[in-house]
């Protein structure tokens, strides 16, 4: 699995709690808003200007690859759920 792949995978673990600023995803994912911007994979939405969610692939990538997601996201999401 590249690096940049895990990467969106922690982004999509942290929106898959809810929407989110890109900037809030940067705490701890630092390329957060180029990859929510890019949309590589097709996992976010644009919900509203500079609001992003997770899509039904993104949901499937989660499940697809759990355990590239769950070290980093699980790491973010505590960070994030601490922070707020």
Known sequence: MTAYRQQALACAAVLSAGPRRPRDVKATVPDAPKILLRNVY????????GIYGLTDLGRAA???????????????????DLSS
Request: proline share 4%.
């Open 62 to 80: 989660l499940i697809r690859w759990p355990k590239g997601a769950s070290s980093l996201g699980h790491a973010m999401r505590t960070h994030l």
């Open 42 to 49: 097709g996992w976010f939405v644009r919900v509203e200007r």
